[in-house]
């Protein structure tokens, strides 16, 4: 059965970071394109940052780059986003994603708020 959990999320202030982890279980976590996705109140889902998986290559959101950075570690079946200068619109649920051809798994999110 496939898992993938999400922690680290919280209450931060503006301007402060976060790192969220993602541990997958039940793939083989070094073939997949592994993601972060957001959704915040009233908004559809997006496209925070994804990850290759042989050459780790990154993409991110243009409202993202230069403060996020997605990273993985194959050997733990791990994916993180550091998440630095934190805004009030990053608010949001913030979802792990893993990617194989056809197959797509989601993990149920983490919650990060950034308020004064």
């Known amino acids: 059965q496939v898992a993938l959990v999400e922690s680290g999320g919280g209450l931060v202030q503006p301007g402060g970071s976060l790192r969220l982890a993602c541990a997958g279980s039940?793939?083989?976590?070094?073939?997949?394109?592994m993601g972060w996705y957001r959704q915040a109140p009233g908004k559809e889902r997006e496209l925070v940052a994804n990850?290759?998986?042989?050459?780790?290559?990154?993409v991110y959101a243009d409202s993202v780059k230069g403060r996020f950075t997605i990273s993985r570690d194959n050997a733990k079946n791990m994916v993180y986003l550091q998440m630095n200068n934190l805004k009030p619109e990053d608010t949001a649920v913030y979802y792990c994603?893993?990617?194989?051809?056809?197959?797509?798994?989601w993990g149920k999110g983490t919650l990060v708020t950034v308020s004064s």
């Open positions: 994603n893993a990617k194989f051809s056809t197959a797509l798994y």
């Open positions: 990850i290759s998986p042989r050459y780790s290559n990154t």
């Open positions: 039940g793939i083989t976590f070094s073939i997949n394109t």
